[in-house]
């Protein structure tokens, strides 16, 4: 990394090797921070940066307030919790205290002069009920591209959108929490080269709907300029949940009666063990065979409408918005194949099905055309009539990845498409689909018969924490390209 000097806007910088360790200092408007220099060229990361108060008491299920400013040097050269969530990650810690970020300084960047590095933060995928920022290594992402990373975390599963469909408890908290980390980068990045005029979005699974949702709220105008929705758009099937009678149960569950006046009711959720909380709504998850019981919901705040009826109103501001962004969304070739990690050999029993050995179209009909129809007779036939395979079950089984793959992952890619795209002459719209077979992320022992890549796959090569090697050291390179060059140009 080369040394700072005075940059953009009068603030102060200062970057010194500490030791053999390569640690780094900055000196930022918020206080000084202690990072740490890996890898050749280097890298400098910072690790578990606050960008709100702990979430925990008055401020659970309620917007984030911004942590401001530290006391002393931050030691930023480890990382931190991830936020409340089951399983818990063998790498890092699990705590309410999880609002912290992580940045990714190339070596390339030159902060002795007025030029700026362009900035791709990323939001991490998994449901909405798990995941964090420390799984993402974007060191090659930073080196190769040139370009500043920044990977965030926000309140996930009952923490983040716990919801009572009332002013009481609107939801979205997760939400929130992106909105202010993008907020924080927009003040802030500059201390670490970046350039708070050239930002990228980007995201895979609830990563991807979540960047494509920061797309069309207003609020965000400024905040960032270009988007990457990957392998999830605003506009997929789910993409938006009704968690109201979830949040209530669990509650109940958990001690807190819902015969309580509101006020005491939220109180008393306040007051309950977040491991509580946990533990209940992991309970219900068995209790009902739902383990995706949380996520965004049309509030009338944030998400004023379905994301779909926002972007077929072009008079709104948020598709004036979303169109005023360079747009790039796509999915991998096989991404329904999400649907295979979620049998386990119980389920299969007891649905008389064995996906080691293939499918059967009645096999087909019977368990998983229900998902895609919504249980209209006419949609059943012609799915059951469009995606059945006679006498080959390994075929039979892959159609049945294509049709999961194309109802919930490119349908909403291509509602989301042609709404950018449209009459649209300032912006540009870019598409990708994603055909490298390789180890899969979601499937531990596929079956003989699938054929990827999958879902998440992508993220080997976009965030790789191993070396590479062939055809897989080349897709790499590629990727990590085309997705920086997109981050500088568009």
């Known amino acids: 990394m080369t040394p700072f000097a005075p940059p953009l806007f009068g603030l102060v910088f200062a970057v010194t090797c500490l030791s053999a360790v390569h640690g780094v200092l900055i000196n930022t408007p918020l206080g000084p921070i202690t990072g740490v220099s890996k890898g050749q060229p280097a890298v400098s990361i910072f690790y578990n940066i606050p960008f709100a108060k702990p979430p925990v008491g008055s401020l659970r299920f309620a917007k984030p307030v911004p942590y401001g400013s530290w006391a002393g040097t931050l030691n930023a050269t480890a990382p931190g ?68 990373v920044v990977i965030i975390q926000y309140r996930v599963n009952i923490f983040g959108f716990f ?73 997929a099937s789910w993409a938006t949940f009704n968690p109201i009678k979830a949040s209530y149960d669990i509650a109940e569950l958990s001690g807190c009666s819902k015969t309580l006046d509101p006020t005491a009711f939220l109180s008393c959720l306040r007051n309950t063990d977040a491991q509580t909380l946990q533990n209940s709504t992991l309970q219900y998850g068995i209790i009902t065979y739902n383990s995706a019981l949380f996520g965004p919901v049309i509030d009338g705040v944030l998400i004023k409408a379905p994301p779909v009826d926002l972007l077929k109103n072009n008079a709104s501001e948020e598709y004036k918005f979303f169109t005023s962004l360079d747009y790039m969304t796509g999915t991998m070739k096989s991404d329904g194949n999400i649907i295979l990690a979620s ?148």
């Open 343 to 490: 049998y386990s050999d119980t389920l299969q029993s007891m649905l008389g099905i064995n996906l080691t050995l293939g499918l059967t179209p009645d096999q087909l009909c019977r368990v998983f055309v229900p998902m895609t129809s919504g249980g209209n007779p006419e949609v059943t036939r012609k799915l059951c009539e469009d995606y059945s395979v006679a006498n080959n079950t390994w075929g039979q089984s892959r159609k049945m990845v294509e049709m999961m793959t194309e109802n919930f992952f490119d349908y909403g890619t291509f509602v989301s498409l042609r709404a950018h795209a449209q009459g649209n002459l300032l912006t540009n719209t870019y598409h990708f689909v994603f055909e490298v077979d390789g180890k899969s992320v979601m499937l531990q022992q596929p079956p003989p018969w699938y054929v990827g890549p999958g879902h998440a796959d992508e993220l080997q090569y976009l965030f790789p924490d191993e070396p590479l090697t062939g055809l897989y050291k080349n897709t790499s390179e590629i990727m990590i390209r085309y997705w920086s060059n997109f981050a500088k140009n568009g």
């Open 163 to 235: 919801s009572l469909g009332s002013s009481t408890a609107e939801g979205n908290y997760g939400l929130w929490d992106q909105i202010l980390a993008l907020k924080w980068v927009h003040q802030n990045i500059d201390s670490f080269g970046g350039d708070p005029r050239s930002v990228t979005i980007f995201g895979g699974s609830a990563g991807g709907v979540s960047v494509a949702l920061m797309s069309i709220i207003p609020e965000n105008r400024g905040a960032f300029q270009r988007v990457i929705a990957q392998s999830g758009t605003m506009a």
């Open 81 to 148: 919790n991830q936020c409340m969530q089951s399983p818990e990650s063998p790498f890092v810690g699990t705590s309410e205290d999880c609002l912290y970020l992580n940045v990714y300084v190339p070596d390339s960047v030159n902060v002795s002069t007025s030029d700026r590095a362009s900035v791709m933060v990323w939001i991490h995928g998994g449901r909405f009920t798990s995941g964090n920022a420390y799984y993402y290594d974007a060191q090659e992402l930073a080196r190769q591209g040139g370009v500043v």
